[in-house]
């Protein structure tokens, strides 16, 4: 039987990892939020022109920046002290430092103007943090939103490639995706209600690419729509 005392030190206890766990996810996903930023930049800028094109590289140069120095803070603070959820992990602080260096590099690549490069490895730090979660048991709607965004992207791709018959075994793997989003638990932030709000008309949309893919019809329509609601839905899980 424990006495008050030591109750009083295992409640403290716990409620240190609780803090310290939020904190860290929060500030993860702060990084994230100047990720995503840069990312979006990157991609528009080779196709803006004149004041829009500067704008945008002034963003992206901001953004990748915040990330960067987001993330530094990251590794200085949790490297040797991991969060609980993350304790026990023998690459844990390789991991952390593999996005960083994947921040840097993309911050090098908006400096000499490569944008592809600069897009890449942005993505490629974005896979890292994934890994991160999964390795650790930790499940994130972010992390199951990327998935999930990342199959509609080669949905779109496979659409407007070549041989677009080749999409509709992909529109399985999407439903799984969606279904992996729901049975996530929704961000603990200030868009928390927005998400859950918005899941409905996620699922609606997935099912309107199910739908025509069962019916044979063009899946253009209803995958286009689908990826307008994930950018929308993923930004809120950010």
Known sequence: MKTPLAA????????????????FDARVSTARRHMRAACQAVQQIPKAAGADAAKLE???AREVAAAVDEWTAL????STTPPAGYAGDPG????L?????DLVRMQREVADQQWRPAFLACA????????????NGVTLAVDAMATLRRKVGFLKGLLASAAPERARPLVREVMAARDAVLLAPPPGKATRDAYVAALPELSSAVDAV???ARTGADLKPSAT?????????????L
Do not use: K, P
Not at 97 to 101: K, M, N, T, W
Not at 228 to 235: F, G, K, L, M, P
């Open 75 to 78: 590794v200085n603070a949790f």
């Open 225 to 237: 729509a689908l990826a307008a609601v994930v950018e929308r839905v993923y930004e809120l899980s």
């Open 58 to 60: 002034q963003t992206a």
């Open 97 to 101: 430092e593999d996005v960083r260096l």
């Open 92 to 95: 844990w602080a390789q991991r």
């Open 8 to 23: 009083l030190a295992v409640t403290l206890i716990a409620a240190t990892v609780t803090a310290n766990d939020l904190g």
């Open 210 to 212: 199910a739908a025509a």
């Open 124 to 135: 490629h730090a974005c896979t890292w943090i994934t890994m991160m979660h999964e390795a």
